[in-house]
T-cell receptor, first 116, second 113 residues
Framework: ETGVTQTPRHLVMGMTNKKSLKCEQHLGHNAMYWYKQSAKKPLELMFVYNFKEQTENNSVPSRFSPECPNSSHLFLHLHTLQPEDSALYLC???????????????FGNGTRLTVT | QQQVKQSPQSLIVQKGGISIINCAYENTAFDYFPWYQQFPGKGPALLIAIRPDVSEKKEGRFTISFNKSAKQFSLHIMDSQPGDSATYFCAASFIFGNEKLTFGTGTRLTIIP
């Protein structure tokens, strides 16, 4: 496997369910990101992990809980979601160094989440 | 200050024509301007990027034009092909910090035969 892999591709969950999204990167990167993509809106950055440490939380509601056990894996735990949380959730990775020119983001194909 | 405005929302171009997508930004501290291309069912992928020290960057049929004084930049796709049909996102950031990458709302480009 190469690149950034996200599972599942599609997820339908009720508002009282608990589910998790999984992301795995095989690029040797040390920064990982969760983005939310909704129609006609800019991609919204949710969380950033650099070297397994969370460095950014973009005012995301607590019903979204990220976990980064190592630099290759990233999870997004979901509980008591709302219908407006329905969207495409994208994982991305990049190479984060102290001083570099921007390392491009490598995105997975996303998980299409529907909250009923 | 962090917003990046992108237009048009959708664009239809005939095969062989020039596709032009425009973006404008507010924050003068931005110094890195990438374009991402997204095909249906796929995640976005970096297409081309520019720093503000040059006014133009060309890679194959894709060119970024940058106007620092107007705080605008645009993507030109020459000799547009049906395979270019995708959604294009402009973005802006600082040279150190992907976590500050601000995206536009996207342009759905359709190339018709």
């Amino acid at each position: 496997e190469t690149g950034v892999t996200q599972t599942p591709r599609h997820l339908v969950m009720g508002m009282t369910n608990k589910k998790s999204l999984k992301c795995e990167q095989h690029l040797g990167h040390n920064a990982m990101y969760w983005y939310k993509q909704s129609a006609k809106k800019p991609l919204e950055l949710m969380f950033v992990y650099n070297f397994k440490e969370q460095t950014e939380n973009n005012s995301v509601p607590s019903r979204f809980s990220p976990e980064c056990p190592n630099s290759s894996h990233l999870f997004l735990h979901l509980h008591t979601l709302q219908p407006e949380d329905s969207a495409l959730y994208l994982c991305a990775s990049s190479q984060a160094e102290q001083s570099f020119s921007n390392s491009p983001l490598h995105f997975g194909n996303g998980t299409r989440l529907t909250v009923t | 200050q962090q917003q990046v405005k992108q237009s048009p929302q959708s664009l239809i171009v005939q095969k062989g024509g020039i596709s032009i997508i425009n973006c404008a930004y507010e924050n003068t501290a931005f110094d890195y301007f990438p374009w991402y291309q997204q095909f249906p069912g796929k995640g976005p992928a970096l297409l081309i990027a520019i720093r503000p020290d040059v006014s133009e960057k060309k890679e194959g049929r894709f060119t970024i034009s940058f106007n620092k004084s107007a705080k605008q930049f645009s993507l030109h796709i020459m000799d547009s092909q049906p395979g270019d049909s995708a959604t294009y996102f402009c973005a802006a950031s600082f040279i150190f910090g992907n976590e500050k990458l601000t995206f536009g709302t996207g342009t759905r480009l359709t190339i018709i035969p």
